[in-house]
């Protein structure tokens, strides 16, 4: 089926720095998400966008809906052991709820070092 | 308030076996939606229910159907199960005006 194309694949950081991961797409969505999954858990959802061009804070976590709606970046600040874990980013041609399906990146493996 | 609740957490089938896994959804929500993710992969869209009927269906053979109760909660089965359906199989909820929040999972491990 068809995923987002989503990147890095994995990151190592020290406890502090910031990391950026990206995600991109060949088509339009209208909504924007980013999920956190832990092992053997469910994704828990960061962050929802549901405007071009819109900026949305979450404490450390900042992320953007692209402009031309094709694409979404997720930015985490000072990261902390904490963020440990598989950072997903989802779209939908929905703009709101949960009238239509999310399609999802592959994820990025963030692993930060004490 | 519980989010959304799976049951069960783990299960071991062997192929051919039939399956079904189970859904309440976080309350006040009545969509309930299902994704299968494999290890290493992003979730892939089953099915999406409301009002107790198949909403939107992703590309995923006949041997996968739902149901949906009038309480909202939801059910999955497979059957004639293969090796390849071996993943995490996810409930998602929300409103159409809400977006949707996951559960914990079921693992589904075929043998």
């Known amino acids: 089926g068809q995923q987002l194309n989503q990147s890095p694949q994995s990151m190592f950081i020290q406890e502090g720095e910031d990391v950026s991961m990206n995600c991109t797409s060949s088509?339009?969505?209208?909504?924007w998400l980013w999920y956190k999954q832990d092992p053997g858990e469910g994704p828990v959802l960061l962050i929802a966008l549901y405007k071009a061009g819109e900026l949305t804070s979450n404490g450390r976590l900042t992320a953007q809906f692209g402009i031309t709606r094709k694409d979404s970046f997720l930015n985490i600040s000072a990261s902390i052991p904490s963020d440990v874990g598989i950072y997903f980013c989802a779209g939908s041609r929905w703009s709101g709820g949960s009238n239509y399906k999310l399609t999802f990146g592959k994820g990025t493996l963030l692993t930060v070092n004490p | 308030d519980a989010g959304v609740t799976q049951s069960p957490t783990h299960l071991i089938k062997t192929r051919g076996q039939q399956v079904t896994l189970r859904c309440s959804p976080k309350s006040g929500h009545d969509t309930v939606s299902w994704y299968q993710q494999a290890l290493g992969q992003g979730p892939q869209f089953i099915f999406q229910y409301y009002e107790e009927e198949e909403r939107q269906r992703g590309n995923f053979p006949d041997r996968f159907s739902g149901h949906q109760f009038p309480n909202y909660s939801s059910e999955l089965n497979v059957n004639a199960l293969l090796l390849g359906d071996s993943a995490l199989y996810l409930c998602?909820?929300?409103?159409?005006?809400?977006?949707?929040?996951f559960g914990p999972g079921t693992r589904l491990l075929v043998l």
């Open positions: 998602a909820s929300g409103t159409d005006q809400e977006t949707q929040y």
């Open positions: 088509s339009i969505f209208n909504t």
